[in-house]
């Protein structure tokens, strides 16, 4: 797989990441986004994340076309999940094969971060305490 989905069930990372072999690299980086038990100093018991599905993946293949043309890479593949995590379950995945490790950095680092800024997916967090709250860095609830 190159480019970006949604999920609504967990999944494999090293399939994944065999979708990514080429002969032409000779490196590869991911990064992993992990559901924790705390943020802003509040204890969450778990959460949901929400999207448009058709103005999630349209803005996710834009960010991957614009990856493969930024940096020097060869594959670049991310999957996010939607629905509801619990603590410690896989919630995002970036993966990128390069000739040099440096590219492949890079770029995932690009990815990742240009996701969780302009990819509308919106995370409703459960805290321990009983209530809930709306994230998303730059847009509201849906």
Not at 22 to 51: K, M, P, T
Request: include cysteine.
């Amino acid at each position: 797989m190159q480019g970006f989905r949604l999920a609504e069930v967990a999944f494999d990372i090293a399939a994944l990441r065999a979708t990514l072999l080429d002969d032409r690299a000779g490196g590869y980086a991911s990064f992993e986004g992990w559901v924790r038990d705390r943020n802003d100093g509040r204890e969450v018991s778990g959460l949901r994340y929400e999207a448009y599905p058709a103005l999630a993946e349209r803005e996710g293949e834009r960010i991957i076309a614009e990856a493969l043309e930024k940096f020097d890479i060869v594959r670049v593949a991310c999957v996010h999940r939607i629905g509801e995590l619990a603590i410690g379950d896989l919630a995002v995945w970036v993966g990128v094969s390069a000739a040099h490790r440096g590219a492949a950095f890079d770029a995932c680092r690009y990815v990742i971060d240009e996701v969780k800024s302009r990819v509308p997916i919106w995370k409703h967090e459960h805290y321990r305490q009983g209530d809930a709250g709306w994230l998303h860095p730059d847009s509201g609830a849906p």
